[in-house]
């Protein structure tokens, strides 16, 4: 498709470590197109940061592609870095943490546009700074505070303005609001999908909330430690989940309602190592339909119904298609 | 009679910024075999609430007033020997963090045993054999007995935490987030342990939490708590389906759902009030849609909304109706 912003492939990234390779990222396909969120979801240590931090190139793959734009920007040469770090930005985690806690808050925001060149005296980025403050909901006031002065749903603000700051087309967002209380995780949802329809941002959102993906995402990416079990349109995932690991986690989820009355699928067991894992599904040790050829064959992604992707040896027969 | 039964309990941290007011004259009460969710944001006095049950408040806190009566007795009048003998025996906590519960230079069945011998009269062969049982009862088997912390998972370390909290079948569990730091499909196995446990020893709950969706899983009645109040207070379907704390309606709101289609949440607006300087009259009037002027001035009392459901606000029924509207 033309409007197609960025599109991975085969995407893999490996860390080496004392015990072996830690497989973090293995053979993920996916294409965002402009405007669009693509929510990745699964549990801790299932490799969907190292994704968002891959696709950034802040860690280089070990192998596969990744377009953005149409230009492969696998292996970047200095220029191509230059535009990606302009086009695409984070939002991390934890706000606890990823701000530099001797800058105040102007300082803060305006630390990206000096970086690239973007506003030309201190004129225009004092200006700069105090509009964007104004986009992510920060009064005037705090311009000169410090992050410890603040509590965690504004220094997630700062957080935003920060990638906001250079005018980024594309921002991963690596689980924005899971260090924030409900009611303030609301505000900065809001926001999040405001600035999407002001400006035609296109997301990854990465969170392990599927209540919050659910909400936010138009399509969405299930992985399991490191592979992605299935993919395909948000409400189609929640009304048709083909993957047994979807479902079942898809019903572990608490509904905040009195008048639900459904059947629990209690996965078994946990999740084992990703550090040299066996070569059949990851899934299979908790599965509860594994046999012989899940134990020794990795399931390859598949289009199962249109647009509905999955991986699993036995989607056909589990779910009668 | 209820098994625990506490009234207007007020906590304190005298600082040198001022006063942190954390728990501000909370009463509820505990039936025997029953589960009570104590629902709340950070820094709502949620944890400083079970931490006072035993009496647990760290320095610089103090309690106050009010009191916890538990079988009859007040804690807070007991000597230290006696809430020792009870802390652990009948009244036990789950905490939190597992990664930080547990002591990370001993054996977690040392750990479990520890609890045994110090309140149950038996030999150390006796605890051990009761250590194996309680590990298995938690589905962790008698040859990792002797493994250290780091050696588990988040999710077999909170085992091995309620394995502590229930070796001495405790009458009465405090469980603080017992599934936060873990991921979702963990905590449908972790609560579901939890819940069976109880059961089978006929244990009460208080069960801390800010999800919502657990609460509506495990709970019998509900508190929620705000600036260390409780603003409402009912069975699971006052709460649920006749909320009338414009509080509550905001978690609600903020939430968002799986089952409808929302395009935008409705936040409460505002934030969190700083405990040392706690706004006058209602806490919640500077974030209410609600509120005005004589909210600012008078502090509500607990009015009763039906039998059982109390509810902190002038104009509950006027929020009812608004309410009511809505859904229509």
Redesign the interface.
Known sequence: MSDTLLEVKDLCKYYKTPKGALHAVEGVNFSIREGRTLGVVGESGCGKSTLGWTVMNLHESTGGSIFFQGEDVTHPTKAQKKVIHKSIQMIFQDPFSSLDPRKCVSDLIAEPMKVMKITRGKKETEQRVAELMDTVGLARRYAFAYPHELDGGRRQRIGIARALSVEPRFIVCDEPVSALDVSIQAQILNLLQDLQEERGLTYMFITHNLSVVKHISHDILVMYLGCQVEKCECEELFRHPLHPYTKGLLSAIPIPSIHVDRKRIVMSGEVTSPINPKPGCRFAARCPYADERCRSELPQVEEILPDHFCACHKVRELNEL | MSLLEIKDLTIHFPTEEGDVRAVNGISLSVEEGKTLGLVG??GAGKTTTALGILRLVPEPGEIENGSIVYKGKDILSMQEKEVQDIRGNEISMIFQDPMTALNPVMTVGDQVAEVILRHQNCSKTEAQKRMVDILAKVGIGADRAGDYPHQF????KQRVVIATALACNPKLLLADEPTTAL???????V??MINELKAEFQTSMILIT????????SCDSVAIMYAGQIVEYGS??DI??HTTHPYTI??????????K??H??????G??PDPVNLPTGCCFHPRCPYADERCAQEAPAAAEVSPGHLCRCHYWETVRGKEAEDNV
């Open positions: 944001e950070t998972s988040g999710g077999m991921d979702v499909t963990i905590q449908a196995q609560m579901e800010h999800d919502l969706g657990i609460v509506a899983e699971l379907e649920f389906d905001g978690l609600f709101g903020s939430i968002p759902s799986l089952e289609k929302v935008r949440l409705q936040p409460i607006s934030l969190m």
